[in-house]
């Protein structure tokens, strides 16, 4: 044995061929003395291996990871397909469960690992107090050596090498403490929009008695309902309308606050031309050379409102990000971030019980509205 020269606790330091021989407990004590470290008492909670108390243990520490793992695994599936759309008074409230599902679930998984972690330490590893001295002395080899010993009576204490269900449980809990964060920021943006966006509430209803008169086509109106027709508008000038539903959703909407339902409604300047774009030549109305035009208001790039009508160079322009479309070319984006064309609405015109003609909307929006997100390849 020799004494370091920069050891100044006047400890023995074993050359490392020394330490070699050691056991790692042996190292590990070695190493705590020559820095400083005085094991006061240490004593392994189960001196003999695999007895019936080292199990009971053992489970009660995988139980809780266990469980840990299963209250994670809960927020996943919870927040993938659980209800969380709100509904009007007395309807199926089923929605009411989410937050408080996914709120449980995680303090499940989180209190069990910590109880997981807590019952390890107290049941398991090895009980031991030691007093550390303050110092500030660069490593030697031989400390390298100790510390590395140490590290590994670290993992023994733990018993993971021989303790596979608790290995497994805890990979489990953990898997579940690393994903579930995962799941709720990102899980919303990746998770599939279906067809959500291609239906909106100019979707005719003929069956429905109050749209009797208009053959179950739906009414453009204005904000107060009043419905909107041909000889309202001046050449070049253009109006927000909107479906004519008074009948509330079930998320407690009609057709005026209904968030898909803005769409401009625009009559074109005299000798003004739209190009269509394929399949959609008789959107407007009359469908041979149309005068008047339907499209979303809604931008193709965030959701803002594109109304910002620039008469003279043909072009809607959206106030948030400053994408515009050019109407003559049926609302193609031709300048700012938006990418997809705002989606065009297919009207018509009907006879009113006062002899004026109406626009009605013939179908529904033929693609997604909103912005590019919901835009397929």
Not at 271 to 285: E, M, S, T, Y
Not at 305 to 316: F, I, V
Request: charged share 25%; glycine share 10%.
């Amino acid at each position: 044995m020799t004494v370091s020269e920069d050891n100044q606790h006047g400890t023995e330091t074993p050359s490392p061929e020394e330490i070699r021989q050691m056991t790692p407990e042996e190292a590990m004590i070695v190493g705590a003395e020559v820095d400083g470290i005085h094991i006061v008492h240490r004593r392994d909670r189960f001196p003999v291996r695999g007895t019936k108390a080292e199990k009971r243990a053992e489970r009660a520490v995988a139980m809780s990871f266990a469980i840990s793992a299963l209250g994670g695994l809960v927020f996943i599936v919870y927040f993938c397909i659980g209800k969380w759309k709100w509904h009007l008074p007395g309807t199926d409230q089923t929605f009411r469960y989410f937050t408080p599902v996914l709120g449980g679930s995680l303090a499940i998984m989180l209190l069990f690992m910590g109880v997981g972690l807590v019952l390890w330490a107290k049941l398991l590893m090895p009980e031991e107090e030691t007093i550390q001295d303050r110092h500030d002395e660069p490593s030697t080899d031989a400390d390298n050596l100790l510390t590395e010993a140490a590290l590994l009576q670290g993992l023994e204490d733990t018993g993971l090498p021989r303790r596979s269900m608790i290995l497994r449980t805890l990979g489990l809990a953990g898997g579940a403490l690393a994903t579930a964060p995962l799941v709720a920021l990102i899980g919303g943006m990746i998770k599939k929009p279906g067809d959500t966006l291609f239906h909106t509430l100019f979707a005719p209803r003929p069956d429905d008695p109050a749209f009797k008169e208009s053959k179950g086509l739906i009414p453009l109106v204005f904000s107060d309902f009043r419905r909107i027709g041909p000889d309202d508008l001046a050449p070049g000038s253009l109006a927000t309308v909107f479906p004519g539903v008074r009948q509330e959703t079930q998320w407690g909407t009609n057709g005026v606050t209904d968030a898909s339902s803005p769409t401009l409604i625009m009559r074109l300047r005299p000798g003004d031309k739209v190009k269509p774009r394929k399949g959609q030549a008789d959107f407007g109305w009359p469908r041979q050379n149309p005068e008047y035009v339907a499209f979303s208001k809604i931008c193709t790039h965030a959701g803002c409102p594109a109304s910002l009508w620039e008469q003279q160079t043909g072009r809607l322009v959206c106030p948030c990000h400053q994408s515009q479309f050019q109407v003559l070319e049926d609302a193609k984006p031709v300048f700012g971030p938006a990418t997809r064309s705002l989606p065009k609405l297919p009207i018509d015109v009907q006879p009113g019980a006062d002899g004026r003609l109406y626009f009605v909307a013939r179908s529904d929006f033929k693609e997604a509205i909103g912005p590019g997100f919901w835009e397929r390849p």
